[in-house]
């Protein structure tokens, strides 16, 4: 027995999800596997962040442009950042991604690598720089900045020589060193036959190395990281099981990159810490469309998909288009706004404090090789909750692959009530509702000692008689049918 397991097998330590972090920590010094930098740490923090598609597509109704879009196309009636991150704010994201350049090859920055550019157009003279409105009003608005920016480009000539690749690399020179910190650089993994038919070799190392040098704690997105990956979908779920280690060796972006199902899961054994992030649009679209404003998600859909993201070790990118004003709509926002207050309703009562928390080795159970640690919660009094929130220190690694959540059975042994596999940086489990004073959370399976950051348990509002199985089945329901969206 550890002294660790030994200081928290004292009688009488009051739990609160921090506190039981801190008591975890101290002689756990050691790391297993890949570890996150800083910067994926504190990226993996901000949770839940701001996406947003917009470009000649928000004016053409297309979702990828062709490169042959007149310039003048771009023309907002009343362009406005900083309403876009008040909203960010204000729903509680954390940062905001733009498309600085889809794949239809039109820069939202006055780009010297390109003619097809907000200095072509005749809106606003062609004196606009979007990026630059837009990083300001992030500052202004505390939210981090952060931009997309095609490889593929439908548009520019050199697409599908090898001399497209140093016009990228600049186009990546410009962005990273004219608007500020930025936090992230997505790299779509799109490609697509140039004009010259010719396919583009990407030249992944010097893209890479250009953000580096100018961004050196951006985090950079593909479906293989370096810094984050794609979880496979665009529908809002990652894997219930999902590592946030990945084996690169032979993949790159696009075509080349490893299976969905894999991306979906992470390597249990990967190299490399590459986290997953949860892409999805508030709309059936990545660009705003009006026949799409009847189609905004409604919270319960945000809601499962908020299960399916952050609650599975993922954080979570939720793409909301401007319209051709430049202007969120107020569909979209006053949707953002009912999210938000539904998730402060859920998650503000934390029904874990208080509790008295034993942490010990618990003899065999069946099926299970070695002796399972164990979380033991007394909380103060009888208390009813529908929702376990368990979460890992992983700045050691990621180690727990299973685990069970169980309270007392007629107060002789203890009744199964949910299970699950990975944990990692946050793990959320929707129960059926259930009133009790004791709760356990048995870790039985874990590659090396498992270190529990915190659990926390909350009460939806409106109690749903949720199903265990709801999260697979909501997969087609929630989505396949969009009449059944508000
Ligand atoms: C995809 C793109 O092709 C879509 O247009 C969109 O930008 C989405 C986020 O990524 O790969």
Redesign the pocket.
């Known amino acids: 027995m550890t002294a660790l397991f030994s200081l928290l097998r004292r009688p009488g330590l009051a739990a609160s999800a921090g506190l039981l972090a801190a008591m975890l920590l101290p002689g756990c010094s050691r790391t297993y596997g890949p570890v996150p930098s800083e910067a994926q740490l504190e990226w993996q923090k901000m949770e839940y962040n701001m ?1 947003v ?1 917009f470009g000649p597509n928000t004016f053409s109704g297309a ?2 442009g062709d490169g042959t879009e007149a310039e003048d196309i771009f023309c907002p009636t009343d362009l406005d950042c900083r309403q876009w991150a008040r909203i960010a704010r204000d729903a509680g994201m954390k940062g905001i991604i733009l ?1 600085a350049k ?2 239809d090859g039109f820069c939202l920055w006055p780009s010297s690598t390109s003619t097809h550019t907000v200095a072509q157009s005749s809106w606003r003279g062609g004196q606009a720089d979007v990026l630059a409105e837009l990083s300001a009003a992030c500052r202004e608005y505390g939210l981090k900045f952060g931009v ?1 920016v095609s490889p593929w480009d439908r548009n520019h000539p050199a697409y599908g020589t090898p001399e497209y690749n140093k016009v990228f690399a600049t186009a990546l020179e410009e962005v990273h060193s004219n608007y500020g910190e930025v936090f992230e650089q997505w790299f ?3 490609c697509g036959e140039g004009p010259s038919g010719k396919k583009q070799e990407y030249d992944w190392p010097l893209f890479h190395s250009v953000v580096r040098r100018l961004s050196p704690k951006a985090i950079m997105f593909s479906d293989v990281g370096p810094g984050c990956r794609w979880m496979g979908n ?1 529908r809002g779920i990652a894997g219930e099981t999902n590592w946030s280690r990945l084996d690169t060796e032979g993949f790159c972006p696009g075509a080349g990159a490893p299976p969905a199902d894999t991306l979906q899961r992470g390597n249990v054994h990967g190299a490399h810490w590459i986290p997953a992030e949860v ?1 999805v649009s508030i709309r059936p679209g ?1 660009f705003w469309k009006e026949s799409e404003n009847s189609a905004v998600k409604s919270v319960e859909q945000l809601a499962d998909i908020w299960f399916s993201s952050v609650g599975r070790n993922a954080l979570l990118l939720l ?1 909301v288009p401007p319209d051709k004003r430049g202007r969120i709509c107020e569909v979209d926002s006053l949707r953002l706004m009912e999210f938000r207050d539904w998730r402060e309703a859920v998650f503000e009562l934390d029904l874990a404090d208080g509790a008295v928390v034993k942490v010990r080795r618990v003899g065999d159970m069946a099926g299970v090789a070695c002796k399972p640690l164990c979380v033991e919660l007394d909380l103060p009094e009888m208390r009813t909750f529908d929702i376990v929130e368990l979460r890992e220190n992983i700045s050691r690694g990621q180690r727990i692959s299973s685990f069970v959540i169980q309270i007392p059975e007629h107060d002789a042994g203890w009744k199964t009530i949910a299970e699950g596999t990975t944990i990692g940086y946050k793990r959320l489990l929707r129960i059926p509702e259930c009133r009790t004073r004791r709760i356990r959370i048995v870790i039985t399976g874990s590659y090396a000692r498992p270190l529990i950051d915190g659990v926390s348990l909350y009460h939806s509002p409106v109690s749903q008689s949720v199903d265990i199985q709801r999260d697979a089945e909501m997969t087609t329901s929630a989505f396949g049918s969009h009449a059944e969206c508000r």
Do not use: I, R
């Open positions: 996406f598609h979702e990828w498309t889809h794949h997309y779509d993994g799109a665009e892409d990545w793409n």
